[in-house]
Every structure is written in structure tokens, then in C-alpha cells.
Nanobody
């Protein structure tokens, strides 16, 4: 099983980035997919979520209207489009796959991608 994030980097305030997470080794289309982030000295925060078929999305209040999560089940990939980036968006962003029903619950994590917003 692998979740490989890409697309992170250094961007100026107000800029945009698109993160990608390529999945392999499991039935991607059966898993809900999430993006988390962890800023220096802080806990891991759920940023965005999308259901297995892509029919429903949810966002943290802090990124609503700014970030967009999407997925392509044919490519086994989930994306996070990040616009109007601010310094407080600086964090390591993690891709997460979760299957809850039917049990057992299964969770996979990527290795993380650094996003730094700075001038």
C-alpha cells in the first residue's frame, strides 16, 4: 500500500498550489479520502474530506472557500487545490485513506508534503 503526495513547495502569500496523492495497493474507489495538515508545534488537523464516490466533500472552517478537494478514481488520485495561500497555511500536508464500513476500519497515511507560504 502506498500513498504518495506531490506538489508541495514554497509559494508566496496569495499564491496557489495543487497537491496530488497517488494511491496504489488497495481499492482506492472504496475509500474515503482526506487531507490533513500539521503546522510546526501544532497537532494534526483535518483540512478536507471527500467520500469514496466523490459525491460529498467537507472542509475545515479555516479553509472553506479557499481549498478544494477532488478525486479521480480512474487515476487512483486525490487532489487538494489551495488558493489564496497565507502564512498560516504553512504545514506538512498528509493524504489519508479511510474505509469504515463494513468493518474492519482501515486507515492508510502518506508520508507528507511540505507546503511553505512565505515571501
Amino acid at each position: 500500500v502506498q500513498l504518495v503526495e506531490s506538489g508541495g513547495g514554497l509559494v508566496q502569500p496569495g499564491g496557489s498550489l495543487r497537491l496530488s496523492c497517488a494511491a496504489s495497493g488497495f481499492a482506492f474507489s472504496r475509500y474515503d479520502m482526506n487531507w490533513y495538515r500539521q503546522a510546526p508545534g501544532k497537532g494534526r488537523e483535518l483540512v478536507a474530506a471527500i467520500t469514496s464516490a466523490g459525491g460529498s466533500t467537507n472542509y475545515a472552517d479555516s479553509v472553506k472557500g479557499q481549498f478544494t478537494i477532488s478525486r479521480d478514481n480512474a487515476k487512483n488520485t486525490v487532489y487538494l487545490q489551495m488558493n489564496s495561500l497565507k502564512s498560516e497555511d504553512t504545514a506538512v500536508y498528509y493524504c489519508n485513506a479511510e474505509h469504515s464500513w463494513p468493518p474492519p476500519r482501515v486507515v492508510y497515511w502518506g508520508q507528507g508534503a511540505q507546503v511553505t507560504v512565505s515571501s
